[in-house]
């Protein structure tokens, strides 16, 4: 069974600093790997896709690194703004239809 | 172009009773997908329909049950209404049923159990 995990949940940090969001999954036999955005309320905006044969996807600020052999991801946010501010979800798709199997999540808030 | 929609965007219901939840994928898109997130954890997968055919479903009892219209269209019904069912519901379309699929998100619909 996938399992997947986010790590931190929760992350405060002054606005214009970079940080990383790390993402872990249990089973390596995935399609692709998605991160979303979340606000409260709200539904998910997806933000990268990174197909199983890539290492790497970028937009903007946001660049996203996948290493399939070790189960891991990276979402990588520069310089930071308020408008940040969201939960951020990674998703794997795996076997069965097209099914995602989510991580928890991880709350970011960017303050002034 | 228009997203993926849903309705009702909120609901409140009682224990026992019947929900039925819609979408609308977006246009041109063949494959909806239903979601349940219970506050603060991730969606877990319900169901996926392809061209009007169960492709898949997660770990729900039978309560759960959906369908798919000749326009792709989706309703999401719940029976026999508990307090743990409250969550947002969301929906997702694809243009194919194909794995690796891109999905995207409607806003979902917020369902409230008394």
């Known amino acids: 069974k996938q399992e997947v995990t986010q790590i931190p949940a929760a992350l405060s940090v002054p606005e214009g600093e970079n940080l990383v969001l790390n993402c872990s999954f249990t089973d390596s036999a995935i399609y692709n790997l998605q991160w979303f955005r979340q606000d409260p309320g709200k539904g998910l905006t997806s933000l990268l896709l990174?197909?199983?044969?890539?290492r790497e996807q970028t937009s903007g600020r946001l660049n996203a690194s996948l290493d399939k052999s070790s189960g891991r991801s990276t979402l990588y946010i520069a310089a930071s703004q308020p408008g940040d501010s969201a939960t951020y979800l990674c998703a794997v798709s795996t076997g069965g239809g097209n099914k995602l199997t989510f991580g928890t999540g991880t709350q970011l808030k960017v303050e002034l | 172009d228009a997203g993926v929609t849903q309705s009702p965007t909120h609901l409140i219901k009682t224990r026992g009773q019947h929900v039925t939840l819609r979408c609308s994928p977006i246009?041109?898109?063949?494959?909806v997908s239903w979601y349940q997130q219970v506050l603060g954890q991730g969606p877990q997968f319900i169901f996926q329909?392809?061209?009007?055919?169960e492709r898949g479903r997660g770990n729900f009892p039978d309560r759960f049950s959906a369908r798919q219209f000749p326009n792709y269209s989706s309703e999401l019904n719940v029976n026999a209404l508990l307090l743990g069912d409250s969550a947002l519901y969301l929906c997702?379309?694809?243009w194919g049923q194909g794995e690796g699929q891109p999905q995207h998100f409607g806003d979902g619909t917020r369902l409230s159990i008394l």
């Open positions: 997702a379309s694809s």
């Open positions: 329909y392809y061209e009007k055919e």
């Open positions: 990174i197909q199983s044969s890539q």
């Open positions: 246009s041109g898109h063949k494959s």
